[in-house]
């Protein structure tokens, strides 16, 4: 399976970004999918995560400001973020789990499908 992100760019805090992921294929009906980010010296840092049953999970600074969607037709995964703030740049990845193991979004950064990843820059 092959991931590929897209939608990462620069904004001002504020601003609001979606970032897509296309997966090469589904392998198997039971699998969560999700992103992750890192800034520089920092750790990865799961962000949100959906399972093909559709419950979410996110990390408590970017909820109530970003939804993580799947488009099942389209193999494509969704990230909206608005109210960007600063402290949300970083390298943004997208990564699976097939079959889907933990639903819990401190745990999609480790996934065993991951993207190459792409970058948003939120200026103050």
């Known amino acids: 399976v092959t991931l590929v992100e897209s939608g990462g760019g620069s904004v001002q805090a504020g601003g609001s970004l979606r970032l897509s992921c296309v997966a090469s294929r589904v392998a198997s009906v039971d699998y969560c999918m999700g992103w992750y980010r890192q800034a520089p010296g920092n750790e990865r840092e799961g962000v949100a995560v959906v399972g093909s049953d559709g419950v979410t999970d996110y990390a408590d600074s970017v909820k109530g400001r970003f939804t993580i969607s799947l488009d099942n037709a389209k193999n494509t995964l969704y990230l909206q973020m608005n109210s960007l703030k600063p402290e949300d740049t970083a390298m943004y990845y997208c990564?699976?789990?097939?079959?889907?193991?933990?639903?819990?979004?401190?745990?999609?950064?480790?996934?065993?499908?991951r993207g190459q990843g792409t970058q948003v820059t939120v200026s103050s």
């Open positions: 990564a699976a789990q097939y079959p889907c193991v933990i639903q819990v979004v401190a745990t999609v950064p480790l996934f065993g499908y």
